[in-house]
């Protein structure tokens, strides 16, 4: 019995060695037909026998290609056609048509690192060994359809033996658009030493403490040895970073888990096609990596180069951070980086491939909801995370911290890699270079498109919004926004819930400077906010963010019998008197119901009374000295009257026990578990009142995992169900999924009320 099916694959199947894997895979069940590369993602006929069939389309589902991702799959029976074989037919007219998804870049696989280390292949130690199932991507596509011409890798004609290879249907690197071999392609330098020797030299260097400039995928890293406490404080210095953790890339996975407690969800992160770096609690302690910080971030090689490096003696754990002075973005571009870097790096260690596009490393880590992102690039990006049912194309624009944006293109959202902070002005021009890159390859139409930024009439993304030509833009409340990225990413737009933004800065309905915010409603009839922090006072505005004790003044200003805290224990600096001075004499004040600034008042009080180096860097400090605690300690109060939740009594109780001299990190954890107890009861009542019974929490403030673990515990317990983000961060960086989420209901002019 004879018979023929039709199949129409979607998802990442394009550039990902599709194509010879269906090839393949026809070939070894004896059927006929063809797979060619249509407009919408793959297609597939195939003819034989009727099990044989069958089991092929059983192997596609559960075994397709190691670096595609399958969104559907449509089958139809067709007629049999009386096929001779099975080829790989040409591309419909128009090639990949520009809804088909772009691939992320992808680690090294399996066969290309046998291959690299084996000692009679034509590749051994060849730094740009790839294949249809790994290399880059993403970070060397110049434009839509993916084809060598129209990768960075337009330089290197292929010599005969890698043509034969990317011509043969049956071989790995059958239209392998990066492939190269060390005759015709790119190569490594280290000064005047190519490839290997170069390499080996950098491993050595890296060995003898030096910092070293190493080209990645996405851009250059600075490396030195984790473990060499005087070659991290020289990249310290060097690098203006005083105090955020660096990043380590681990040798292996037993390097890895001697650095950080890896949970067997934190381990398949790690070893995930994506290759993040994973955030989990320290086993050891290396000097000046991560200061004052339980944590450390860890991730595997990725690259051949990388995998190379560490078997010519690179030390186990080095530190990998992006190439960067602090805030700027990761540098790309080889006579920039060269220049930025000069005095940085001891040595710079040149791939000649071009980067297309800056992609940082990603950044995860596992809490008690599960794996969540904290930085997407690199491995991502450009994914779709959400289906967006909109009619028209939307472009996002994000906020002005953590950029990202989001294009909506035939109803999938595509969220671009993490580009930074906006101020920046390499920053912002990264971000410009995204918007054209993007609406560019997905052959936008400006005259259709939807633009939506934040409401804040100064954000850098908000000015550049009013310069663009589209149809229409529209602007979306920031904590609404983070709660609808929740809500995409779960799919469920039509849902009513209660949502919880937690952050340290958005702009309000009212222009006040909100950040502790209870929404009810769905993204489709749009958020009432219901609840919020009490307000407090904000003395000096932007400054106020950067220094603790400044939040502090606003804070405790409602604060009855207040001690003088520029005394013993509290040693607040003067900068404290003259924001309390701001606010007697009701000069530059703001309200605010900030969750980043409660957290700054408490680590002030608890002796976080510097200017912070790195945002969040506070809230983080506190965590930690929380954790070193014992966790049986009780919450301070924090009561809510049914529509204001009160830190008065939380601070007031939280200084009654400093001065008593109780130990610091139990008095942080105390404040963890009365702010986690504090948003429990509100949303209790409010869930009860609303007639709720799912609970989205999103913003910064909730990647604060000992607040978030212990929150989820008590709403589970009360049989609420509980969403965060899980794709894009719950911080800023998800903001423009949130915006984009907000303007696609169908129906609507494109903003549903509410906002
Ligand atoms: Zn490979
Ligand atoms: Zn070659
Ligand atoms: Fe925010």
Request: with cysteine.
């Given at each position: 019995m004879s018979k023929a099916r039709l199949l129409r694959v979607h998802g990442v199947v394009q550039g990902v060695g599709f194509r010879p894997f269906v090839y393949r895979l026809a070939h070894s069940h004896g059927l006929r037909g063809w797979v060619l590369n249509a407009g919408e993602g793959v297609q597939i006929h195939v003819e034989g026998e009727a099990p044989a069939v069958d089991r092929f389309v059983q192997d596609l589902q559960a075994?397709?290609?190691?670096a595609s991702r399958i969104a559907d799959l449509e089958i139809a029976a067709v007629e049999p056609q009386g096929f001779a074989g099975f080829e790989i037919r040409d591309s419909e007219a128009g090639g990949a048509a520009p809804t088909v998804r772009i691939s992320p870049d992808l680690p090294v696989c399996a066969s290309c690192l046998e291959e690299l280390f084996s000692f009679t292949d034509r590749r051994r130690g060849y730094p740009f060994i790839n294949c249809t199932d790994c290399g880059p991507r993403y970070s060397i596509i110049l434009s839509l359809p993916y084809d060598r011409p129209r990768t960075t890798m337009r330089d290197w004609p292929l010599c005969s033996r890698c043509a034969a290879e990317y011509e043969?249907?049956?071989?790995?690197?059958?239209?392998?658009?990066p492939v190269a071999c060390p005759d015709c392609g790119p190569h490594f330098h280290l000064g005047e030493a190519t490839d290997e020797a170069a390499i080996r030299d950098a491993a050595r260097r890296l060995g003898a403490g030096e910092v070293l400039a190493v080209k990645g995928i996405g851009g250059y890293h600075l490396a030195c040895d984790a473990r060499n406490p005087a070659a991290v404080a020289a990249l310290r210095e060097r690098k203006f970073r005083k105090e955020k953790p660096f990043a380590l890339m681990a040798r292996d996975l037993e390097t890895a888990r001697s650095l950080i407690e890896l949970s067997a969800e934190a381990e398949s992160l790690l070893t995930s096609s994506a290759r993040p770096v994973v955030l989990a609690p320290a086993r050891v302690v290396l000097e000046g990596v991560a200061p004052e910080n339980g944590d450390l971030g860890v991730m595997l090689p990725y690259s051949p180069l990388h995998h190379l490096l560490f078997a010519y003696g690179a030390p186990a754990a080095l530190v990998m951070t992006s190439a960067n002075r602090s805030s700027e973005p990761i540098a790309y571009e080889d006579d920039e980086a060269i220049e930025r870097l000069a005095g940085l790096a001891d040595a710079f260690l040149i791939g000649e491939r071009p980067i297309a596009r800056r992609v940082d490393d990603s950044v995860c880590t596992v809490t008690s909801l599960g794996p969540a992102v904290l930085r997407r690039a690199r491995g991502y990006a450009p994914g779709a995370v959400a289906k967006l049912p909109s009619a028209r194309p939307i472009l996002a624009l994000g906020g002005d911290l953590k950029n990202t944006i989001t294009l909506v293109v035939n109803g999938e959202a595509f969220v671009s890699q993490h580009l930074g902070d906006l101020g920046n002005y390499d920053v912002f021009r990264a971000f410009q270079e995204t918007v054209r890159d993007l609406t560019a390859m997905y052959e936008v139409e400006w005259s259709e498109l939807l633009i939506v930024h934040d409401q804040h009439p100064q954000y850098v993304s908000s000015l550049y919004a009013q310069t663009l030509t589209a149809a229409e833009t529209v602007a979306v409340q920031h904590h609404r926004a983070h709660v609808a990225s929740v809500l995409a990413e779960h799919g469920a737009l039509d849902r009513r819930v209660l949502g919880v933004a937690f952050d340290g800065t958005g702009y309000g309905d009212d222009g006040a400077i909100w950040g502790s915010e209870f929404f009810a409603g769905s993204v489709q009839e749009g958020f009432a906010r219901v609840a919020h922090l009490r307000p407090a006072v904000l003395p000096g505005g932007d400054a106020a963010a950067r220094h603790p004790v400044q939040a502090a003044a606003g804070f405790l200003a409602g604060i009855a019998d207040l001690p003088d805290l520029t005394a013993a224990p509290f040693n607040f600096p003067r900068r404290y008197l003259q924001a309390r001075e701001l606010i007697e004499k009701n000069l530059r004040i703001f309200p605010t119901t900030s969750a980043g600034r409660l957290f700054d008042t408490a680590a002030a009080l608890l002796g976080f009374t510097r200017e912070i180096s790195f945002e969040g860097q506070a809230a983080i400090w506190l965590e930690h000295r929380a954790r070193t605690a014992r966790p049986d300690v009780d919450g301070y109060p924090m009561p809510f009257d049914g529509e204001e939740l009160d830190f008065r009594p939380l601070l007031a109780a939280l200084i009654e026990d400093r001065r008593a001299g109780r130990p610091g990190p139990e008095i942080a954890r105390a404040f963890h578990h009365g702010l986690a107890a504090g948003i429990a009861g509100a949303v209790l009542e409010l869930a009860s009142r609303e007639n709720l019974d799912i609970v989205v929490l999103s913003g910064g403030v909730f990647q604060n995992r000992l607040l978030l673990d212990r929150l989820v515990a008590l709403l589970r317990r009360e049989s609420l169900t509980v969403w965060t983000n899980r794709e894009v961060p719950a911080n800023d960086g998800g903001l423009s999924l949130g915006q984009a989420a907000l303007s696609?209901?169908?129906?609507?002019?494109g903003v549903p009320p509410g906002i």
């Amino acid at each position: 019995m004879s018979k023929a099916r039709l199949l129409r694959v979607h998802g990442v199947v394009q550039g990902v060695g599709f194509r010879p894997f269906v090839y393949r895979l026809a070939h070894s069940h004896g059927l006929r037909g063809w797979v060619l590369n249509a407009g919408e993602g793959v297609q597939i006929h195939v003819e034989g026998e009727a099990p044989a069939v069958d089991r092929f389309v059983q192997d596609l589902q559960a075994h397709p290609p190691p670096a595609s991702r399958i969104a559907d799959l449509e089958i139809a029976a067709v007629e049999p056609q009386g096929f001779a074989g099975f080829e790989i037919r040409d591309s419909e007219a128009g090639g990949a048509a520009p809804t088909v998804r772009i691939s992320p870049d992808l680690p090294v696989c399996a066969s290309c690192l046998e291959e690299l280390f084996s000692f009679t292949d034509r590749r051994r130690g060849y730094p740009f060994i790839n294949c249809t199932d790994c290399g880059p991507r993403y970070s060397i596509i110049l434009s839509l359809p993916y084809d060598r011409p129209r990768t960075t890798m337009r330089d290197w004609p292929l010599c005969s033996r890698c043509a034969a290879e990317y011509e043969d249907p049956a071989d790995r690197r059958f239209h392998a658009q990066p492939v190269a071999c060390p005759d015709c392609g790119p190569h490594f330098h280290l000064g005047e030493a190519t490839d290997e020797a170069a390499i080996r030299d950098a491993a050595r260097r890296l060995g003898a403490g030096e910092v070293l400039a190493v080209k990645g995928i996405g851009g250059y890293h600075l490396a030195c040895d984790a473990r060499n406490p005087a070659a991290v404080a020289a990249l310290r210095e060097r690098k203006f970073r005083k105090e955020k953790p660096f990043a380590l890339m681990a040798r292996d996975l037993e390097t890895a888990r001697s650095l950080i407690e890896l949970s067997a969800e934190a381990e398949s992160l790690l070893t995930s096609s994506a290759r993040p770096v994973v955030l989990a609690p320290a086993r050891v302690v290396l000097e000046g990596v991560a200061p004052e910080n339980g944590d450390l971030g860890v991730m595997l090689p990725y690259s051949p180069l990388h995998h190379l490096l560490f078997a010519y003696g690179a030390p186990a754990a080095l530190v990998m951070t992006s190439a960067n002075r602090s805030s700027e973005p990761i540098a790309y571009e080889d006579d920039e980086a060269i220049e930025r870097l000069a005095g940085l790096a001891d040595a710079f260690l040149i791939g000649e491939r071009p980067i297309a596009r800056r992609v940082d490393d990603s950044v995860c880590t596992v809490t008690s909801l599960g794996p969540a992102v904290l930085r997407r690039a690199r491995g991502y990006a450009p994914g779709a995370v959400a289906k967006l049912p909109s009619a028209r194309p939307i472009l996002a624009l994000g906020g002005d911290l953590k950029n990202t944006i989001t294009l909506v293109v035939n109803g999938e959202a595509f969220v671009s890699q993490h580009l930074g902070d906006l101020g920046n002005y390499d920053v912002f021009r990264a971000f410009q270079e995204t918007v054209r890159d993007l609406t560019a390859m997905y052959e936008v139409e400006w005259s259709e498109l939807l633009i939506v930024h934040d409401q804040h009439p100064q954000y850098v993304s908000s000015l550049y919004a009013q310069t663009l030509t589209a149809a229409e833009t529209v602007a979306v409340q920031h904590h609404r926004a983070h709660v609808a990225s929740v809500l995409a990413e779960h799919g469920a737009l039509d849902r009513r819930v209660l949502g919880v933004a937690f952050d340290g800065t958005g702009y309000g309905d009212d222009g006040a400077i909100w950040g502790s915010e209870f929404f009810a409603g769905s993204v489709q009839e749009g958020f009432a906010r219901v609840a919020h922090l009490r307000p407090a006072v904000l003395p000096g505005g932007d400054a106020a963010a950067r220094h603790p004790v400044q939040a502090a003044a606003g804070f405790l200003a409602g604060i009855a019998d207040l001690p003088d805290l520029t005394a013993a224990p509290f040693n607040f600096p003067r900068r404290y008197l003259q924001a309390r001075e701001l606010i007697e004499k009701n000069l530059r004040i703001f309200p605010t119901t900030s969750a980043g600034r409660l957290f700054d008042t408490a680590a002030a009080l608890l002796g976080f009374t510097r200017e912070i180096s790195f945002e969040g860097q506070a809230a983080i400090w506190l965590e930690h000295r929380a954790r070193t605690a014992r966790p049986d300690v009780d919450g301070y109060p924090m009561p809510f009257d049914g529509e204001e939740l009160d830190f008065r009594p939380l601070l007031a109780a939280l200084i009654e026990d400093r001065r008593a001299g109780r130990p610091g990190p139990e008095i942080a954890r105390a404040f963890h578990h009365g702010l986690a107890a504090g948003i429990a009861g509100a949303v209790l009542e409010l869930a009860s009142r609303e007639n709720l019974d799912i609970v989205v929490l999103s913003g910064g403030v909730f990647q604060n995992r000992l607040l978030l673990d212990r929150l989820v515990a008590l709403l589970r317990r009360e049989s609420l169900t509980v969403w965060t983000n899980r794709e894009v961060p719950a911080n800023d960086g998800g903001l423009s999924l949130g915006q984009a989420a907000l303007s696609s209901p169908p129906g609507t002019a494109g903003v549903p009320p509410g906002i």
